[in-house]
C-alpha cells in the first residue's frame, strides 16, 4: 500500500510494503544515497537521519512507522549548525573512507542543535553509536568542537 | 629499466622491507617488462584526438579547456588518501594550482598502471605512494614540459623563458592558463623521461604543505559514490545464501517459497551457494530468508578455535621450519640457568569494514563491465577473464570510492568479484549488484589468521638479550594464491614472521621457526599483515627482558638499538614528546611503549592507560613516525590516527571464534570494534626527512597493543600474553 513520507521537505508517496525499513526506501527507492547501509540491526549509525530533530537508525525503522514524520536525510540537512559541521568536517579533513561520515554529520548535527556546548563526554555519549573504522574519531571530536565554537562564542556575545 | 635503480630512485634502497626486497626480486624475473619505473606515456593513447573532453597529456595526466587538470589514480581510494597523494606530486612538477585539479580512478590496465613495487595493477602493502613518488612526478614534469612547449611554439618564445606557477604560464606580458595550452600542449611529443628535471624538496611547494585540502571530495555530505550507491537501468540486487561452514556445500534447495515472494526474479545455485535475484535488496533478502537449503558438510571445516589454539599450543613446543638463524641459539637457551619463556595468543580478526562486501557486473557473452572498489585491478581482472574464457581486454573495470577495505577488498581469489560475474552471467546483460549483509560480510572468512607464538630467551650479566628463539605457529596467507610463489621460499611464508625474523634489536644468537598450519578457514592480510601479531610478541617480550633486568624500557631498548638510528631516533622523538620519564602519572596510570618498523617505516607509540578494577581505559597516544618525505603530513597523521584506531580495536575487543566449524560472531553486537568513547587522544609526531617516501597506511597498527599492554604491565605488573587484552 502506498505510504506518505514528508522526506527533506518534500512529499513522496511511496509503494511498498509496511516493513521495509526506511534506509531503503531513501535508497533505492527515491536514490537518495547518501545515507548508508552498514548493519542492518542499529549498531553502527551509517543509516542515521534525523526524524523529527532525533538522530534515527533506519535501518530498523519501518516505513509505515516514518509516516506523519519530518524526515531528514544527510542530503537535506540545512540548519546552520548542519553547515558548520560541515565546514568544519572539509577544514579538519575528517572524513577517511567516508562511508560512515553522513550518519557521523547528522549525529553531530544534531547534538550541536541541542546542545551549542557539548563537553567531551556529551560528545561520546551522542557520537559512541556511529561507527568508524577509519578511527576518524579524534578529528570528528575536534570537528563539532570547532563547529560548537561559533555557536557558542555566538551566544556568548549576544 | 633496471631494479636497482628504480629501487633507488623510487622507494629508497634503504627502505625497502627484506619481504619487499624478496617480491621485487621475484616480480623482475617474471615481469620486468611491467617494472618500467618511468612508464608515465600513455603508448598509442597519448596523443588522442582533440575533443571537447579533457586533453590526454600522459596516462595519469588530462586538461579540460576550462582549465581542470584531471589525475588519474591508479590506486583504490579506501580512506588513505591516495586521490590526494598522487595528485600532490604531480600537481608539484606540474606548478598547477591545487584547486584546479580534480581526480578519478584509473581504469583497469596493467600495462599502463601497474604498481611498481608488484608489477601489477593493485593497492596494497602500503607502497601506494612509494611506487608512484617518482612516476607522478615525472608524468607531472612531462605535462608541464608539454605545456611549455606548446606555449613557446605559439608565442615563438623559447621555452627555457617560459615561467609557470599555478597553473599559469607567462613570457614577459603574455600569459595563459593550462586549459587554454590545453589543445596545442596534446599535440607535442611526450618528453623523454631522461630530459624531465625534478625538483628539489627544497622547491617543493604541495609536497609536504599541511593547506592542501583532499580530494576524495563529497564525503561530508553524502555525494560521494560506493559500489552501494552504484544504481543501472534494469540492475537487478543479488544476495547468497553462503554454507554456514567453511568449504560446505548445497546438497538440496528449495526455491518456491522465495520465488513466490514479492519483487524476487530468480534463485539459482552457484559455486558459492543460492543466490537470490530481486528488484532491491529488502526483497532478496527477504526472499533468502525463505530459502529451504540443506547443506554438504563433508569437506567443511567443523572445528572450533579452540581445538585450533589447543594444536598450535602443542606445535610450538616442537622445532618448526627455520625462518632466520645466527648463531645458536637453541643450544645457548638449553645451558642457560634462566630463560624467559612467554606464549602469545592471537585470534582470528574480520575486516570489519564499514561497507560490506558487494560488487555490480554485468555480462555480455565473453565480456564484462564492472562497478565496484577495486583494489586488486590486475588479479580481478585475470580472474574474470578466466572465468568467462576470454582475454582481459574483454574485462571493464570501473572503480568507485570504496568504505574501508584494510586489506579485505584485495582478495586473493576474488572471492566476492567472481561471484558477483557467477551471478551476472546467469541473467546475460542485466547488471546485477551483489550485496553482502553485515552477517554475509563476517561470517564470510579471509580473517587474520590464528596464531600461537612461544618465545624464549636468555640474558647476559648485563640483562641483555644474549640468545633468542621464536617459534610461530599458524596459517600462511599467501598459501595457494597467486603471490604464493613470490611470498614463501623454503615453507616460509615471510608474511607469517615479519617484524620478527626481521627484528632491528640487536641479539647475538636468534632462531626463529615457523609452523604453516592447515586450517579449512579461509585467510586474509589484515591491515599490516604479519605485523599485526610479531609487534606484539616482539614488543611485550622486550619489555618483559628489561623488567627482569631492571632497566627502563626505553633505555633497554635503545640500548638494543644501537647499531639502527632511524628507530633510535622515532623512538626518542616519541619518547620526549610523551614526557617519559620526565612526567607524573596519575594514581592507577601505566605508561608503555613499542616501537616498530614495517613497510619501510618505523613508528614508535607511547601509551598512558587508566586502570580501576578490571576496567582500563587508554587515554593517550603519543606516536613518532618516519615515513621518509611526508606528501602530506595532515594525512599522514591520520593514517597514524587510523593505524591505531584500527590496532586498538584489536587489541581491546575484536575476535572472531568458531564453534564446530560455525562463526560465533555475526554482527557489531558481537564482534566489537572500537567506538568513540573508548578512542584515547592522538598526538602523531613526523620525523623532518627528505628520504622517498615509505607507507603510511599500515605502520602504524603494528606498536598500538604491545604499547598498551606494556603500559598495563607497569600499573598491574602482569605481563599480558593474549590479545584482546583482558585484566580479568
Request: hydrophobic share 40%.
Given at each position: 500500500m502506498p505510504y506518505l513520507l514528508t522526506i527533506n521537505g518534500q512529499s513522496h508517496e511511496i509503494d511498498v510494503e509496511g516493513d521495509m525499513p526506511l534506509l531503503w526506501v531513501v535508497r533505492e527507492q527515491l536514490n537518495l544515497t547518501g545515507t548508508k547501509f552498514g548493519c542492518g540491526m542499529a549498531q553502527c549509525g551509517a543509516c542515521t537521519v534525523q526524524i523529527d530533530g532525533v538522530a534515527t537508525r533506519t535501518c530498523v525503522l519501518t516505513v509505515a512507522d516514518?509516516?506523519?514524520?519530518?524526515?531528514?536525510?544527510?542530503?537535506?540537512?540545512?540548519?546552520?549548525?548542519?553547515?558548520?559541521?560541515?565546514?568544519?568536517?572539509?577544514?579538519?579533513?575528517?572524513?577517511?573512507?567516508?562511508?560512515?561520515?553522513?550518519?557521523?554529520?547528522?549525529?553531530?548535527?544534531?547534538?550541536?542543535?541541542?546542545?551549542?556546548?557539548?563537553?567531551?563526554?556529551?560528545?561520546?555519549?551522542?557520537?559512541s553509536g556511529n561507527i568508524c573504522r577509519c578511527g576518524t574519531y579524534p578529528r570528528i571530536k575536534a570537528g563539532i568542537k570547532m563547529a560548537a565554537a561559533q555557536f557558542y562564542n555566538a551566544a556568548g556575545a549576544a | 629499466m633496471n631494479i636497482n635503480r628504480f629501487l633507488k630512485s623510487a622507494a629508497g634502497h634503504q627502505t625497502v622491507d627484506n619481504s619487499r626486497r624478496s617480491f621485487l626480486k621475484v616480480s623482475a624475473g617474471t615481469s620486468a617488462g611491467l617494472m618500467l619505473g618511468v612508464s608515465f606515456n600513455g603508448s598509442a593513447l597519448a596523443q588522442s584526438a582533440a575533443t571537447d573532453a579533457a586533453l590526454e597529456l600522459n596516462a595519469f595526466v588530462s586538461i579540460t579547456p576550462d582549465n581542470v587538470v584531471k589525475v588519474l589514480i591508479k590506486h583504490l581510494e579506501m580512506g588513505q588518501g591516495v586521490y590526494t597523494g598522487l595528485a600532490t606530486c604531480i600537481a608539484e612538477e606540474m606548478d598547477a594550482a591545487w584547486s584546479q585539479v580534480e581526480c578519478e580512478h584509473a581504469p583497469a590496465n596493467?600495462?599502463?598502471?601497474?604498481?611498481?613495487?608488484?608489477?601489477?595493477?593493485?593497492?596494497?602493502?602500503?607502497?601506494?605512494?612509494?611506487?608512484?613518488?617518482?612516476?607522478?612526478?615525472?608524468?607531472?614534469?612531462?605535462?608541464?614540459?608539454?605545456?611549455?612547449?606548446?606555449?613557446?611554439?605559439?608565442?615563438?618564445?623559447?621555452?627555457?623563458?617560459?615561467?609557470?606557477?599555478?597553473?599559469?604560464?607567462?613570457?614577459?606580458?603574455?600569459?595563459?592558463?593550462?586549459?587554454?595550452?590545453?589543445?596545442?600542449?596534446?599535440?607535442?611529443?611526450?618528453?623523454?623521461?631522461?630530459?624531465?628535471?625534478?625538483?628539489?624538496?627544497?622547491?617543493?611547494?604541495?609536497?609536504?604543505?599541511?593547506?592542501?585540502?583532499?580530494?576524495?571530495?563529497?564525503?561530508?555530505?553524502?555525494?560521494?559514490?560506493?559500489?552501494?550507491?552504484?544504481?543501472?537501468?534494469?540492475?537487478?540486487?543479488?544476495?547468497?545464501?553462503?554454507?554456514?561452514?567453511?568449504?560446505?556445500?548445497?546438497?538440496?534447495?528449495?526455491?518456491?517459497?522465495?520465488?513466490?515472494?514479492?519483487?524476487?526474479?530468480?534463485?539459482?545455485?552457484?559455486?558459492?551457494?543460492?543466490?537470490?535475484?530481486?528488484?532491491?535488496?529488502?526483497?532478496?533478502?527477504?526472499?533468502?530468508?525463505?530459502?529451504?537449503?540443506?547443506?554438504?558438510?563433508?569437506?567443511?571445516?567443523?572445528?572450533?578455535?579452540?581445538?585450533?589454539?589447543?594444536?598450535?599450543?602443542?606445535?610450538?613446543?616442537?622445532?618448526?621450519?627455520?625462518?632466520?638463524?645466527?648463531?645458536?641459539?637453541?643450544?645457548?637457551?638449553?645451558?642457560?640457568?634462566?630463560?624467559?619463556?612467554?606464549?602469545?595468543?592471537?585470534?582470528?580478526?574480520?575486516?570489519?569494514?564499514?561497507?560490506?562486501?558487494?560488487?555490480?557486473?554485468?555480462?555480455?557473452?565473453?565480456?564484462?563491465?564492472?562497478?565496484?572498489?577495486?583494489?586488486?585491478?590486475?588479479?580481478?581482472?585475470?580472474?574474470?577473464?578466466?572465468?568467462?574464457?576470454?582475454?582481459?581486454?574483454?574485462?571493464?573495470?570501473?572503480?568507485?570510492?570504496?568504505?574501508?577495505?584494510f586489506g579485505r577488498r584485495a582478495n586473493p581469489v576474488s572471492d566476492y568479484v567472481l561471484e558477483a560475474v557467477r551471478i551476472a552471467r546467469q541473467v546475460q546483460g542485466t547488471p546485477v549488484k551483489l550485496v553482502w549483509s553485515r552477517e554475509d560480510d563476517m561470517q564470510a572468512g579471509y580473517y587474520r589468521p590464528a596464531y600461537v607464538h612461544k618465545l624464549s630467551a636468555s640474558q647476559d650479566a648485563n640483562g641483555k638479550p644474549a640468545a633468542i628463539q621464536i617459534r610461530v605457529a599458524g596459517q600462511s596467507i599467501m598459501a595457494g594464491t597467486s603471490l604464493g610463489a613470490m611470498m614463501i621460499s623454503n615453507g616460509i611464508d615471510i608474511t607469517s614472521v615479519e617484524g620478527l625474523s626481521d627484528m632491528s634489536y640487536d641479539i647475538p644468537e636468534r632462531q626463529v621457526e615457523l609452523h604453516s598450519t592447515q586450517v579449512g578457514i579461509p585467510v586474509q592480510w589484515w591491515r599490516s599483515v604479519g605485523h599485526t601479531h610479531t609487534a606484539f610478541s616482539k614488543e611485550v617480550f622486550i619489555d618483559a627482558l628489561a623488567r627482569k633486568a631492571g632497566a627502563d624500557p626505553v633505555a633497554y631498548r635503545l640500548e638494543l638499538l644501537?647499531?639502527?638510528?632511524?628507530?633510535?631516533?622515532?623512538?626518542?622523538?616519541?619518547?620526549?614528546?610523551?614526557g617519559w620519564g620526565t612526567t607524573q602519572l596519575p594514581a592507577g596510570w601505566g605508561r608503555g611503549v613499542a616501537v616498530h618498523t614495517s613497510f619501510g617505516s618505523t613508528v614508535a607509540e607511547i601509551v598512558d592507560v587508566s586502570v580501576q578494577g578490571n576496567n582500563f581505559k587508554v587515554e593517550r597516544v603519543v606516536a613518532a613516525i618516519d615515513c621518509g618525505i611526508a606528501v602530506n603530513p595532515s594525512i599522514v597523521r591520520a593514517q597514524v590516527e587510523s593505524a591505531i584506531a584500527y590496532g586498538l580495536s584489536a587489541a581491546l575487543a575484536d575476535e572472531v571464534t568458531l564453534t564446530a566449524g560455525n562463526v560465533d560472531q555475526t554482527n557489531f553486537h558481537t564482534y566489537r570494534v572500537l567506538r568513540m568513547n573508548a578512542m584515547p587522544s592522538v598526538e602523531t609526531h613526523i620525523v623532518p626527512s627528505t628520504n622517498p617516501p615509505s607507507g603510511v597506511g599500515e605502520p602504524g597498527t603494528p606498536p598500538i597493543a604491545p604499547a598498551v599492554a606494556n603500559a598495563l604491565a607497569a600499573v598491574t605488573g602482569r605481563t599480558f600474553t593474549r590479545l584482546p587484552l583482558k585484566l580479568a
Open positions: 516514518s509516516v506523519g514524520k519530518n524526515i531528514v536525510t544527510i542530503e537535506g540537512l540545512q540548519s546552520p549548525q548542519a553547515l558548520a559541521i560541515q565546514t568544519a568536517w572539509v577544514e579538519l579533513q575528517v572524513p577517511q573512507c567516508g562511508y560512515c561520515q553522513s550518519g557521523q554529520v547528522v549525529s553531530a548535527t544534531t547534538l550541536l542543535e541541542q546542545n551549542s556546548n557539548p563537553t567531551d563526554a556529551d560528545i561520546d555519549a551522542a557520537m | 596493467t600495462a599502463r598502471y601497474a604498481n611498481l613495487l608488484m608489477g601489477q595493477q593493485g593497492t596494497g602493502g602500503s607502497t601506494a605512494i612509494a611506487n608512484s613518488f617518482m612516476q607522478m612526478r615525472q608524468a607531472g614534469a612531462a605535462a608541464r614540459s608539454m605545456l611549455v612547449s606548446a606555449a613557446a611554439a605559439q608565442w615563438q618564445v623559447p621555452a627555457s623563458e617560459i615561467t609557470v606557477s599555478n597553473g599559469i604560464l607567462t613570457h614577459g606580458a603574455r600569459s595563459a592558463t593550462f586549459g587554454e595550452l590545453a589543445i596545442a600542449a596534446a599535440q607535442q611529443p611526450s618528453p623523454d623521461a631522461e630530459s624531465l628535471s625534478l625538483k628539489t624538496p627544497a622547491e617543493f611547494k604541495l609536497i609536504g604543505q599541511e593547506n592542501t585540502l583532499r580530494k576524495d571530495v563529497g564525503k561530508h555530505n553524502g555525494a560521494a559514490i560506493y559500489t552501494q550507491d552504484v544504481k543501472l537501468p534494469g540492475m537487478l540486487t543479488a544476495v547468497v545464501a553462503h554454507s554456514p561452514r567453511f568449504g560446505g556445500k548445497v546438497k538440496s534447495f528449495d526455491a518456491g517459497a522465495a520465488l513466490a515472494r514479492h519483487g524476487v526474479r530468480q534463485v539459482f545455485e552457484i559455486d558459492s551457494g543460492i543466490a537470490v535475484l530481486a528488484t532491491d535488496y529488502w526483497s532478496a533478502t527477504k526472499g533468502r530468508e525463505l530459502l529451504s537449503i540443506e547443506w554438504d558438510d563433508s569437506a567443511a571445516e567443523t572445528r572450533g578455535t579452540a581445538d585450533i589454539l589447543q594444536q598450535y599450543r602443542g606445535l610450538v613446543d616442537t622445532a618448526g621450519a627455520v625462518a632466520e638463524s645466527h648463531g645458536d641459539a637453541e643450544q645457548t637457551l638449553a645451558q642457560s640457568a634462566d630463560v624467559t619463556e612467554l606464549v602469545f595468543e592471537y585470534p582470528y580478526l574480520a575486516h570489519a569494514q564499514m561497507e560490506p562486501m558487494n560488487c555490480v557486473a554485468q555480462v555480455n557473452g565473453t565480456s564484462a563491465e564492472m562497478w565496484y572498489g577495486c583494489q586488486s585491478a590486475s588479479g580481478d581482472q585475470a580472474a574474470i577473464a578466466q572465468l568467462l574464457g576470454t582475454g582481459i581486454e574483454h574485462v571493464k573495470i570501473n572503480t568507485v570510492f570504496a568504505g574501508g577495505g644501537k647499531n639502527n638510528p632511524r628507530e633510535t631516533a622515532v623512538l626518542q622523538l616519541a619518547a620526549e614528546k610523551a
